[in-house]
């Protein structure tokens, strides 16, 4: 029987041999990924304990790890560990919130409003500079010691840094993104929702990202003055009582959780903005 030019022969189904490399592929770049960050902290912990153990520095001043897993467990049978890490990670979700959505809002008007750039830029401009650490006292004054202050100085943190990330994100994006879609009948509104939000999406997302990082920084700025719980207050009572082998602890804790959260933020700003690397 004659077979026409256009016939092909149908496709040869995978085996089961070609599909465990490609699985293997997938899983070896986290493996990978999981035995570096191990080994960097097998690295640095063996030089702590050997730092440590040489009795270069006293044990109050440089505790061990075994000193330092001791006094873990300390802050975790008297149960001050997690309950201070909950009311710090209230704090500091409540600050970014707070922050994050103000500067966007405002990095989206000044980005692409004459009017508004105008009027915020110069004034935003002058606070960047300003550490947050530097408006504990007057929080204070204007809040209280109370939850007020350390928002304030949380969302104050991250204002700035989503801000100044979107308003560089929507001031930049290429002209000729807007020259096409007007040449393509799009209205003002469209343009705005459909072309420049998305093309300034890698900075607002990486602004954001920073953002949670800046949160946990000035969290423990603001915990330290007016604070009767949460991990900055444990630290300043840490250092009173000269514990260094507790505030070891809980920065170590703070480290591991922070770090925790931007692998999660990443995660998803590379799912957000897939087109870019995040």
């Known amino acids: 029987m004659a077979v026409s030019g256009d016939a092909r022969p149908a496709p040869r189904p995978r085996t089961r ?35 440590s153990a040489s009795g270069v520095f006293p044990d109050i001043i440089f505790p061990s790890p075994g000193s330092v897993w001791d006094a873990a ?22 600050g970014f919130a707070l922050g994050a ?15 508004f750039r105008a009027l915020f830029n110069p004034f935003l401009t002058l606070l960047r500079p300003i550490p947050a650490i530097a408006l504990v006292p007057v929080a204070i004054v204007w809040f209280g010691i109370g939850e007020g202050s350390k928002y304030f ?3 104050y943190t991250v204002f700035l840094t989503v801000w100044f990330n979107t308003h560089n994100g929507m001031q930049y994006v ?20 459909a072309v420049v939000v998305p093309a300034a ?18 969290l423990v700025a603001a915990e330290l003055t007016g604070a009767s ?5 444990r630290l ?34 590379r799912r957000i903005v897939h087109w870019e690397g995040v």
Do not use: K, N
Not at 78 to 88: C, F, K, M
Not at 101 to 115: A, D, K, Q, S, Y
């Open 17 to 51: 041999g070609a599909v465990y490399p490609a699985l293997f592929r997938h899983a070896r770049a986290p493996a990978l990924a999981l035995g570096r960050v191990l080994l960097s902290l097998g690295i640095v912990g063996a030089v702590w304990a050997a730092v």
């Open 73 to 94: 467990r300390e802050l975790y049978d008297d149960r001050l560990l997690l309950p201070d890490l909950g009311i710090s990670m209230g704090r500091a979700a409540t």
């Open 101 to 115: 959505g103000l500067g966007v809002g405002v990095g989206l008007l000044t980005g692409r409003t004459r009017v």
């Open 153 to 155: 100085v949380i969302a």
């Open 174 to 193: 290429p002209e000729v993104y807007i020259r096409a879609s007007r040449s393509l009948g799009a209205s003002r509104t469209r343009e705005f929702c």
């Open 201 to 218: 999406a890698p900075h607002i997302v990486a602004g954001i990202r920073l953002g949670v990082a800046l949160a946990f920084l000035s």
């Open 229 to 233: 719980s949460g991990l900055g207050y």
């Open 236 to 269: 300043q009572e840490a250092r009173q009582y000269i514990r260094t082998d507790r505030m070891f602890a809980i920065l170590i804790e703070l480290g591991l959780v922070g770090a925790l959260i931007d692998l999660v933020v990443g995660a998803v700003a």
